[in-house]
Nanobody, 124 residues
Framework: EIQLEESGGGSAQPGGSLRLSCKASLNIFATHCMGWFRQAPGKPREGVAAISTRGGTWTYSDSVKGRFTISRDNDEISLYLQMDSLEVEDTALYYC?????????????????WGQGTQVTVSS
């Protein structure tokens, strides 16, 4: 069974940075698209960023484009989300997810495996 574990969440001030990590229990990166999602209190879960199996294609939501960067290290079986210029609206529980496909989307319904989430809080 594939397990995903996020880390790196915490608190930051507006304009600050955080880096999230996601470690997979199996080497699925050659066959799985990987994505980051988030859910703020009282809101539905939304796709933030996704990266293709070979890391050559990226997809970002409009709300984070230009501020967040998704990357992957296939040797380390790890996924990352570098979050810069953080805003209060970025406060949410962030999830790592895997999709059995080469083509990536930001639709949560198309992802098969999920981590437990890591909290990100942005406040002054």
């Amino acid at each position: 069974e594939i397990q995903l574990e996020e880390s790196g969440g915490g608190s930051a001030q507006p304009g600050g940075s955080l880096r999230l990590s996601c470690k997979a229990s199996l080497n699925i990166f050659a066959t799985h698209c990987m994505g980051w999602f988030r859910q703020a209190p009282g809101k539905p879960r939304e796709g933030v960023a996704a990266i293709s199996t070979r890391g050559g294609t990226w997809t970002y939501s409009d709300s984070v484009k230009g501020r967040f960067t998704i990357s992957r290290d296939n040797d380390e079986i790890s996924l990352y989300l570098q979050m810069d210029s953080l805003e209060v609206e970025d406060t949410a529980l962030y999830y790592c997810a895997a999709r059995v496909a080469n083509f990536c989307t930001l639709d949560e319904r198309e992802y098969h495996y999920w981590g437990q989430g890591t909290q990100v809080t942005v406040s002054s």
